[in-house]
């Protein structure tokens, strides 16, 4: 099967023949449809997360399931699905605690032996996915399944992205109506924690962006206010939008732990900041001082994937979307061949997109 390999960190992918073992008996090969860029799979690709070479990178992915391990029986052939990066074992005291997006017990997935370069070399699915590739072969606690008429190309990004902002300010913030919230990064995370926000009845709802066309852009998904950072101080900008008290809930989209700095500023008393963006590995938190902890009782939390239960959080989307409440089209920026994954990922970097699809099928 057809790949993009990741050999060298900052290098264009190469596509490849891959060798992929048979499914183990929980697992499912899924025959890709989509996969989405995240911004993550850039992070990969330069080596600021902790991974080794070479990887088939991508992890927002959907399509329809090509063959079932032995034991899956929620799943048969033909279904279309949703690919989510987060496997979990049922077992554990996180799983049996509505919290399996922090299961510890990985099942069978030492996967580094399922797929094969040309040359018989073992290359890791990133993210237990590996989706910018004809199949996937992943743990059937993986997998989501999709409504027939549900459109595979919008259903990739519920894998991540969408999730991952909706949930930092549905699932994590638990952001109650009425609640003031400032959102820093209207990118392809930032503009859905501005939806799960607008959805949650929330107001005033501040994006925080360095560009101006992010910002025109993030009121249609629902921003009441906005705030370009560069020139402006963006916790003096929200201060002033909430009559200098603070907001309630600042969410950081970013991956840039500087931006939770900024975070921590904008809140008021008992305020919640919500690190939900992926700062390259070796970036130090910054610093607070303990004595206003103690006396403003602010909080602040990191976010796991929108803290999301796939099987949960995408019916719930879906519905969402379906009865007019939700914007999923205008997030598909660009779409682009297998073949042509590195002019995608090019587009990507330079930042102004939302999501651009690797079209496999
Ligand atoms: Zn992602
Ligand atoms: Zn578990």
């Known amino acids: 099967m057809k790949a993009a390999v990741c050999y060298e960190f900052g290098k264009p992918l190469v596509i490849e ?9 929980d697992e499912v090969l899924v025959k890709v449809a989509y996969t989405a860029i995240c911004h993550s799979d850039l992070h990969d690709m330069n080596g600021d997360f902790e991974g080794g070479l070479p990887f088939v990178g991508g992890h927002e992915t ?32 996180y799983c049996a605690t509505g919290r399996s997006h922090l299961c510890v017990t990985k099942t069978t997935f030492d996967t580094d032996d399922a797929l094969l370069d040309p040359r018989g070399r073992k290359v890791i699915n990133k993210a237990r996915v590996g989706g910018f590739a004809e199949y996937v072969l992943v743990h059937q606690s993986q997998l989501v399944k999709l409504p027939e008429s549900f459109p595979l190309d919008l259903a990739c990004m519920l894998a991540c992205g969408v999730t991952t902002g909706f949930g930092a300010v549905v699932n994590r913030a638990k952001v109650p109506p009425f609640s003031s919230v400032a959102v820093i990064g209207a990118g392809g995370v930032g503009v859905n924690a501005i939806q799960g926000a607008r959805v949650s009845g929330a107001d005033p709802v501040i994006a925080v962006d360095i560009r101006d066309s992010k910002l025109e852009r ?43 700095q900024q975070a921590w500023g904008m809140l008021c008393r008992d305020g919640k900041a919500v690190m939900v963006g992926l700062p390259p590995f070796e970036q130090p938190l910054f610093s607070i001082s303990g004595f206003e902890l103690a006396f403003s009782e602010k909080t602040v939390t990191g976010c796991c994937m929108g803290t999301t239960r796939p099987q949960l959080d995408v019916p ?46």
């Open 17 to 25: 023949d891959l060798e992929m073992r048979a499914p183990r008996p």
């Open 62 to 93: 959907a399509g329809r399931v090509a063959e079932t391990g032995c034991a899956v029986s929620a799943f048969a052939a033909g279904d279309p699905v949703v690919v989510s990066l987060l496997e979990h074992c049922g077992e554990c005291v």
């Open 218 to 260: 993030a009121r249609q998904f629902g921003a009441t206010h906005t705030v370009n950072s560069v020139g402006t101080d963006p916790v003096a900008a929200v201060q002033a939008i909430t009559g200098g008290r603070g907001v309630e809930y600042a969410i950081v989209a970013v991956g840039d732990s500087q931006a939770l």
């Open 316 to 361: 719930a989307l879906i519905s969402l979307y379906q009865e007019g409440r939700y914007d999923l089209d205008s997030l598909v920026s660009g779409r682009y061949p297998l073949s042509r994954i590195n002019e995608a990922i090019a587009s990507t970097a330079a930042g102004e997109v939302y999501r651009n699809l690797i079209v496999v099928e």
